[in-house]
């Protein structure tokens, strides 16, 4: 991806079981450094996706490297962005504490 084009890409998940499964998927940029540079424009990601069983589907995100990277000193040795999703099941009634908050 040249840094300032835009880009699509898919991402296949499989429910390989017999029930269905609702989730959320999160993302990471590897180099950690690079990450303030990856913009989404439009993606799956926080949004709960339900998977039937033994259902398969792509899952598009289209994104764009923001045009500064190329001129970050920080930046001059990367010349490769790992973008990675994780799949996490959302468990019903599930409520996660706000940090600092009681």
């Known amino acids: 991806v040249v840094p300032g084009e835009t880009a699509l890409a898919f ?3 499989k429910n390989p079981t017999d029930k269905p499964i609702i989730g959320i998927s ?3 940029v ?3 450094e690079a990450g303030q540079y990856f913009n989404k424009i439009q993606c799956f990601c926080f949004e709960e996706q339900r998977l039937n069983p033994q259902e398969e589907v792509d899952m598009p995100v289209f994104f ?3 045009p500064e990277f190329a001129e970050d000193p920080k930046m001059a040795k990367v010349d ?3 973008l990675s999703y994780t799949f996490f099941e ?3 009634g599930l409520k996660l504490p706000l ?3 009681q």
């Open 26 to 28: 999160t993302y990471n």
């Open 80 to 82: 490769l962005i790992t």
């Open 30 to 32: 590897i180099p950690f």
């Open 64 to 66: 764009y490297i923001d």
């Open 99 to 101: 940090p600092g908050y």
């Open 90 to 92: 959302a468990k019903e």
């Open 11 to 13: 991402y296949k998940a």
